[in-house]
């Protein structure tokens, strides 16, 4: 009989025991679950915000840009996961979306997995070569250093075909998709295969039949660029210069004047800046610059290419302030556009 009570007793025990245990490993089984799925992503009163891990960055850095940015809401919790799933032997640079509520498990899978979002690169009329690189530097992850090095670098460009002065003609303004984590070469190669790309056996022999190099192109389209905001007129602008090419004429464009002066605010031309040396200035030297004057527009350079044949030789800015231009086919009628035009200006008190 006491053998019998013993014998329950330990039974009760033994299932008390399972019973605790089954408990304990619930909880613990809820408490492992909680760190892995539930939400640990606050980004307050965002739905989504980007996070950027640089090239060459480890776990702790990663870590570290987290906790900076404070969207973790506990923090130990995304350190277990991530460890537990070997996130720290598989960082990966980039730009990452998260989104508000994501768990541990979707953002390490995230990051681990280095699905990146690819950025939406933007550049087009720039005038210089610094301040290009500055642009394509806030954009993607590459620094504005290197890229104008490559931008000045002769060996660099002479395999390419270009030199300091024209390494901007390698370069055509749209709108590009890269990883944020691309560097200066991987950005330059792309704008290599972009220019091949788009100077085809078809505009090649366009130029040669206008006895212009592929550089020279750019460069005219430059001016062009610079001359009128009004794609319906930039053929017709094209040919004057081309006109004026032909015939030996110094091109006297008014924007080359103020890329060689660096002063690109001057509303006013005047004698003074005309006198200035450099070989940028069409007033003082014949033919075209040495290099472009700015990355002209895609309508710009194939308005070059499909230049407008006429007799014009001369072109001012319209007195009504139009922003289209009045062409004349003679000096003499030239003068008189350009006095009303000038009559226009100092109606306005624009005398710089």
Known sequence: MCSSKKKKS?????????????LIAGYKGYELYKNIQDPNVTLKNKKSEFIYIPTGSYYRDVVSILKDRKILINEPSFEWVAEKKKYPENVKAGKYKV???MSNNQLVNLLRSGRQT??????????TKDKFAGIIANQIEADASE???LLSNEAYLNKLGKRSETALCLLLPNTYEFFWNTNAHIFMSRMVKEHNRFWNDKRLKTADKLGLSEDEVYILASIV???TTKND???????VYYNRLKKRMRLQADPTVKYALGDFNIKRVLNKHLSYDSPYNTYKYYGLPPGPICIPSLSSIDAVLNLEKHNYLYFCAKY???GYHAFAKTLRQHNVNAEKYRRALNKKRIYK
């Open 10 to 22: 330990i039974l009760k025990y033994v299932i008390l025991t399972f019973i605790v245990l089954c």
């Open 147 to 149: 890229i104008l090095d």
């Open 118 to 127: 690819p950025v939406k690169l933007v550049f087009n009329k720039v005038r």
């Open 233 to 239: 007129e930039k053929k017709r602008l094209a040919g």
């Open 320 to 322: 009504d302030f139009s």
């Open 225 to 227: 660029e610079e001359e």
């Open 99 to 101: 989104t508000h509520n």
